[in-house]
Nanobody, 129 residues
Framework: QVQLVESGGGLVQAGGSLRLSCAAS????????VGWFRQAPGKEREFVTIINYSGSMTYYVDSVKGRFTISRDNAKNTVYLQMNSLKPEDTAVYYCAGSRIYYSLSMMPNREANEYDYWGQGTQVTVSS
């Protein structure tokens, strides 16, 4: 059972940057696609980005494209989310999650939370205006 632990959240002013980390407990992590989701108060959890097992493919939702970068270091069993030009609307609890698939049956990058098998506990990101 792969366990995921997020870190790096915090309070930052608008326009600032944070780097989140998602550390895995097992080497099998390198076989998984990893996604980041976020959930703001009173809202549903939403997909943010995904990276495939090798790091050669990534996908972002439009709202973060050009500002967020996902990457991974399989030697360290860690995935990163670099967040730049942060906005107050980025405020949320951020979760990393592992999935055995990068592409869903629709041949789109996997954006569905129920397709992810492993989840971290989340890390709070708060962006002040």
């Amino acid at each position: 059972q792969v366990q995921l632990v997020e870190s790096g959240g915090g309070l930052v002013q608008a326009g600032g940057s944070l780097r989140l980390s998602c550390a895995a407990s097992e080497d099998t992590f390198s076989d998984l696609a990893v996604g980041w989701f976020r959930q703001a108060p009173g809202k549903e959890r939403e997909f943010v980005t995904i990276i495939n097992y090798s790091g050669s493919m990534t996908y972002y939702v439009d709202s973060v494209k050009g500002r967020f970068t996902i990457s991974r270091d399989n030697a360290k069993n860690t995935v990163y989310l670099q967040m730049n030009s942060l906005k107050p609307e980025d405020t949320a609890v951020y979760y990393c999650a592992g999935s055995r698939i990068y592409y869903s049956l629709s041949m789109m990058p996997n954006r569905e939370a129920n397709e992810y098998d492993y989840w971290g506990q989340g890390t709070q990101v708060t962006v002040s205006s």
